[in-house]
């Protein structure tokens, strides 16, 4: 039997058990770190501005994409 060599993992590598590249789970990770004392509207805005899109930031705070759209609306409504 011939053993394959095993190749090394490295950061553009995709995480096996997810399909999640590593560099996007750091980012996430950072992302929960950042936000982690603050309100889930907060935060969404927080990582709203950082460049994460809905999808991702709906999957970080564990809630749906819709908030986060609501959080970014009150946000401009604010500001008027």
Known sequence: ??????KRASAGDTAAEQGIPVLDKIAGLL???ATKEMEKEAAA????AIGFTSHEISALLDVNENFVRVARHRSVKRKR
């Open 31 to 33: 992302a929960l770190l």
């Open 45 to 48: 805005l927080k990582l709203d």
């Open 1 to 6: 039997m011939v053993k394959k060599a095993r």
